[in-house]
């Protein structure tokens, strides 16, 4: 369905094909042009796991993947929302309503939205008229639902005529998300598709909330992504588990953040712990560690560097944390396999885990042949047929022109 291989070169036809399509079934539906478009990227994580919960960093990026929505105002006090990915899903929201979680699921995401500038005071909402187009894939580890989130808090600020400050736009979708989706997650996500910039990685300070752009502007060096296609069912209460089994730790050493904790601290009262809480307190400080290591690599282009942290990343992940899975090591594998002089830089596991996607630098010279043999080799070793794609780092929502 989609390009596969994204070429740096400025132009972006992966982008302009999903608009243009987006235009056309608006068009279709509604017999006229929209008045609102709004885009925001899905994301991927190049380091920083399952430590934005312990006040820990992140370091993700906006993909050429996008949530487009088009709007134009009808007059009623209803919105009528129609996805290109789930058309025989639409679904029409009062607005002068109180918002609430209700069916079609996936409207929950633009609900928690809608809720979310109610609580800001505006209220209601005038009445519009939505289609909405992407070319994410759907629970991949990309976070499509943070995209839908933040696109649709995007076009909201449209038929206001309002721009709210882009951190407490990424966190209205967040608790968007834990509100009306009901999932726990830190703010990766909504800021990464807020704060995503073209060439630049976005490092999240956690705790502070700050998100500070990092440059990847190196061409030579290709981001490519691969969807195991597995999904294990066990990751929300392992998830839930390990958020507990941190903040245990965290209380045993006794210190208020986990930025102030150092390996020494931990060692110090490694005695009052069981092994597994000890080792998901290691994760937890070697990738605070790492990630502002690796922010540092990446802006002095340091990539060799960068490979090295994402593998001890992944390492961590797999043996510290127990979040990844016998085909998220088996990608990983094939791709370390391949190596720096098949033009593999480095790649490890994103996303929480337990199936999902990895995230792997390539000389864009070989991303072709590096894509092709990790196809391959992942499907001869699992049955599963992979979906892999190259991509690069993208801007963050906004509105478009027509
Ligand atoms: P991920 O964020 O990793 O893609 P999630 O399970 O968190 O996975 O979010 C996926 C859900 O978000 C979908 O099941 C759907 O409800 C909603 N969603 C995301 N993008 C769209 C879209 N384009 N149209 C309709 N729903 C969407
Ligand atoms: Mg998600």
Partial sequence: MYQQHDTMSDDNPIFDQLKKELLEHFEKIHGMEPFIIAVAPARVNLIGEHIDYCDGFVLPAGINRHVVIAAAPNGTSEANLHSTMLPDQPATVMLDEPQTPGQP?????????????????????????????????????????????????????????????PKNKALLCQRAERKFAGVPCGIMDQFASVFAKNDHFVLIDCRSEEAQPIPFTDKSISMVIADTNVHHELSDGAYANRRKQTEIALSIIGKESWREVTMDDLDAVKEEMNEVVYRRARHVITEIDRTQQAAIAVSQGKTGEVGEMMAASHRSLRDDFEVSCKELDAMVEIAWDIGIDGGVLGSRMTGGGFGGSTITLVRTEKVEEVMAEMRSRYQEQTGIKPQIFSTRAVDGARQEER
């Fill in 105 to 165: 699921k996936w409207a929950d995401y633009i609900r928690g939205v809608f809720d979310g500038f109610c609580d800001k005071g505006f209220w209601p909402l005038p009445g519009f008229d939505a289609v909405i187009h992407a070319n994410i894939p759907l629970g991949a580890g990309l976070s499509s639902s943070a995209a839908i989130e933040v696109a649709a808090a995007t076009m909201v600020e449209g038929l206001l005529g309002i721009e709210i400050n």
